[in-house]
């Protein structure tokens, strides 16, 4: 079983739609993050929460918004999406840990924005 | 600004051989690192990491190198099998805050 899972896998979308991704995760884990994956880049972090009423913005935050609904869940959303958005988006978790706390992946989801 | 990189984006190996993939990072305040493994069409998955205190740690088949002085780091693998093809990032943790800066990937291809 999954620990960090992600909702919709695949999404083709039109401009102008609002779009929800959806990550849940079973870890216990108190931080969670969005990133999206350009290709040929590394991966870019767009909003991270340390606990349920934390939200902090990332490198790339513009034109996304997130809600962390519970521990387990954190959600992102597109609220006008654009063709610039096309890309691979990973969820991640980690515990809260000082220095070394190590993230854990989601499988990804995979945004076409025509 | 200060970014974490690699030398090479491409890697191609026997199947059998060692490989040694690399990663050049700018800051100093530096103090966590960790190597990711993503095979197509799944997350980075964890496979090793280091801190700023040690110099070599080894996990199964896996050993990271991390040079202070020359701030480069190397992910070397012993006898390369073909599932290990995948793209590998290198991260490092800069303040202690649990935020990670990716580098951006080098592909690694195991040939038979």
């Known amino acids: 079983d999954a620990d960090v899972t992600q909702t919709p896998r695949n999404r083709i979308t039109k401009t102008g739609k609002r779009i929800m991704l959806e990550c849940s995760q079973t870890?216990?884990?108190?931080?969670m993050y969005w990133y999206r994956q350009d290709p040929g880049l590394g991966l870019r972090l767009i909003y991270y929460?340390?606990?349920?009423?934390?939200?902090n913005k990332g490198e790339i935050s513009d034109g996304y918004s997130v809600s962390r609904q519970a521990q387990a869940k954190f959600s992102l959303s597109l609220e006008s999406a654009i063709p610039n958005q096309t890309a691979l988006y990973f969820c991640?978790?980690?515990?809260?840990?000082?220095?070394?706390?190590?993230?854990?992946f989601g499988p990804g989801t995979r945004l076409t924005v025509l | 600004g200060e970014s974490v990189g690699l030398h090479l984006p491409t890697l191609s190996v026997q199947e059998g051989d060692n490989s040694i993939i690399n990663c050049a990072y700018s800051?100093?305040?530096?103090?966590?690192f960790i190597w990711y493994k993503q095979e197509s069409g799944k997350g980075p998955q964890f496979i090793i990491d280091?801190?700023?205190?040690?110099d070599k740690r080894q996990g199964q088949r896996v050993t990271v190198l991390l040079n202070k002085t020359v701030k480069h780091l190397s992910l070397q693998i012993a006898a390369t099998q073909p599932g290990d093809s995948a793209v590998y990032f290198c991260?490092?943790?800069?303040?202690?805050?649990?935020?990670?800066?990716f580098g951006g990937g080098t592909r690694l291809m195991v040939k038979p």
């Open positions: 991260a490092e943790n800069i303040d202690a805050g649990n935020m990670l800066t």
């Open positions: 870890k216990g884990h108190d931080r």
């Open positions: 991640a978790t980690s515990e809260n840990r000082v220095s070394t706390d190590t993230q854990y």
């Open positions: 280091i801190r700023s205190n040690m």
């Open positions: 929460s340390f606990d349920v009423k934390d939200i």
């Open positions: 800051n100093s305040a530096s103090d966590y």
